[in-house]
C-alpha cells in the first residue's frame, strides 16, 4: 500500500503545478479519491496518507464499503443516481456532484431533512452534447440550478462535468473553459453563489486546474488502473 502514499503524494505535486501555473491559492483546489472498485483497505491505506475526501459512483457499493472504512471521512458520490435511491444516498454521502434533474434535487432534499443532515449538490452538465454522457442539456440546467434557492437541506454549490474521452488532455480544455463560463453566467443570472467546479480526472486534472476546477476527481494516478474500468465508470 504504500505506492499509494506515493501515488498521493505525486498527485499533489501535479495540483500545486497547476495551480502555481494559474495563479491560484494553494488550497483553492480540493483532490477527491476515487475509491471505486476499490476495498476499504485502499481507502485506509489513502487516508492513513492524510486523504480525506473521496468519490464513488454507485450507491451500492458505497453502502458496503463506507461502514468498513475509517469515520469522519468525507464521501461524494459521483456516478448518476436514480431518484430511487436518493434515501440511501442522502445518508451515506455528504455531497452528490452527479445531480441531473429537478426530479432528483428534490428526492434529495427530502431525503436529507428525514435524515436530519445537510447536503452540498452540484449539478452535472453535459458540456458536449455527446448523447452516451449523462448529465443536463446547457439549455436545462438553470432551471434545476434556479430550484436549489427553495430548498432546505440540500445546498447547490456550482457544476460538475465528464468532457470526452480524448488522448491529449488539451482537447479537454474548451469543454472545462464552458463549464467554468457557464458557471459564471448562470451565478450572475440566477444571483446565485456556485463557488465549485468538479472537473478534471487522472489523465486531464492539470488542464481542469488551469480553467478553474475546485474539485479534482482521481481514480487511477492514486488507486491503479482498474481491473473492469467500464463497470466502474456505470451507474449509482
Ligand atoms: C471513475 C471516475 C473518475 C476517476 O477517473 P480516473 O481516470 O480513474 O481518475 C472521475 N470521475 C468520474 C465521474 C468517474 O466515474
Given at each position: 500500500?504504500?505506492?499509494?502514499?506515493?501515488?498521493?503524494?505525486?498527485?499533489?505535486?501535479?495540483?500545486?503545478?497547476?495551480?502555481?501555473r494559474?495563479?491560484?491559492?494553494?488550497?483553492?483546489?480540493?483532490?477527491?479519491?476515487?475509491?471505486?472498485?476499490?476495498?476499504?483497505?485502499a481507502?485506509?491505506?489513502?487516508?492513513?496518507?492524510?486523504?480525506?475526501?473521496f468519490?464513488?459512483?454507485?450507491?451500492?457499493e458505497?453502502?458496503?464499503?463506507?461502514?468498513?472504512?475509517?469515520?469522519?471521512?468525507?464521501?461524494?458520490?459521483?456516478?448518476?443516481?436514480?431518484?430511487?435511491?436518493?434515501?440511501?444516498?442522502?445518508?451515506?454521502?455528504?455531497?452528490?456532484?452527479?445531480?441531473d434533474?429537478?426530479?432528483?434535487?428534490?428526492?434529495?432534499d427530502?431525503?436529507?431533512?428525514?435524515?436530519?443532515?445537510?447536503?452540498?449538490?452540484?449539478?452535472?452538465?453535459?458540456?458536449?452534447?455527446?448523447?452516451?454522457?449523462?448529465?443536463?442539456?446547457?439549455?436545462?440546467?438553470?432551471?434545476?440550478?434556479?430550484?436549489?434557492?427553495?430548498?432546505?437541506?440540500?445546498?447547490?454549490?456550482?457544476?460538475?462535468?465528464?468532457?470526452?474521452?480524448?488522448e491529449?488532455p488539451e482537447?479537454a480544455?474548451?469543454?472545462?473553459?464552458?463549464?467554468?463560463?457557464?458557471?459564471?453566467r448562470?451565478?450572475?443570472?440566477?444571483?446565485?453563489?456556485?463557488?465549485?467546479?468538479s472537473?478534471?480526472?487522472t489523465?486531464?486534472?492539470?488542464?481542469?486546474?488551469?480553467?478553474?476546477?475546485?474539485?479534482?476527481?482521481?481514480?487511477?494516478?492514486?488507486?491503479?488502473?482498474?481491473?473492469?474500468?467500464?463497470?466502474?465508470?456505470?451507474?449509482?
Amino acid at each position: 500500500m504504500d505506492s499509494i502514499a506515493e501515488n498521493l503524494e505525486a498527485v499533489r505535486a501535479r495540483i500545486a503545478a497547476a495551480g502555481a501555473r494559474a495563479g491560484r491559492p494553494v488550497d483553492a483546489v480540493r483532490l477527491l479519491a476515487v475509491s471505486k472498485t476499490y476495498g476499504p483497505a485502499a481507502v485506509r491505506a489513502a487516508a492513513a496518507a492524510g486523504q480525506r475526501r473521496f468519490g464513488e459512483n454507485r450507491v451500492q457499493e458505497a453502502a458496503a464499503k463506507i461502514p468498513e472504512c475509517p469515520g469522519r471521512l468525507e464521501w461524494h458520490l459521483i456516478g448518476h443516481l436514480q431518484s430511487n435511491k436518493a434515501a440511501a444516498a442522502a445518508r451515506l454521502f455528504d455531497w452528490v456532484h452527479s445531480v441531473d434533474s429537478a426530479k432528483l434535487l428534490e428526492a434529495l432534499d427530502r431525503q436529507a431533512g428525514e435524515a436530519g443532515r445537510t447536503l452540498q449538490a452540484l449539478v452535472q452538465v453535459n458540456v458536449s452534447g455527446e448523447r452516451s454522457k449523462s448529465g443536463l442539456a446547457p439549455g436545462e440546467a438553470a432551471a434545476v440550478l434556479a430550484l436549489g434557492n427553495r430548498l432546505r437541506n440540500v445546498q447547490v454549490c456550482g457544476l460538475m462535468a465528464i468532457p470526452p474521452l480524448a488522448e491529449d488532455p488539451e482537447k479537454a480544455r474548451p469543454f472545462f473553459r464552458k463549464l467554468r463560463e457557464l458557471r459564471d453566467r448562470w451565478a450572475a443570472e440566477l444571483g446565485l453563489e456556485l463557488p465549485e467546479l468538479s472537473m478534471g480526472m487522472t489523465h486531464d486534472l492539470d488542464v481542469a486546474i488551469e480553467e478553474g476546477a475546485t474539485f479534482v476527481r482521481v481514480g487511477t494516478g492514486i488507486f491503479g488502473a482498474r481491473e473492469h474500468p467500464a463497470e466502474g465508470a456505470g451507474e449509482a
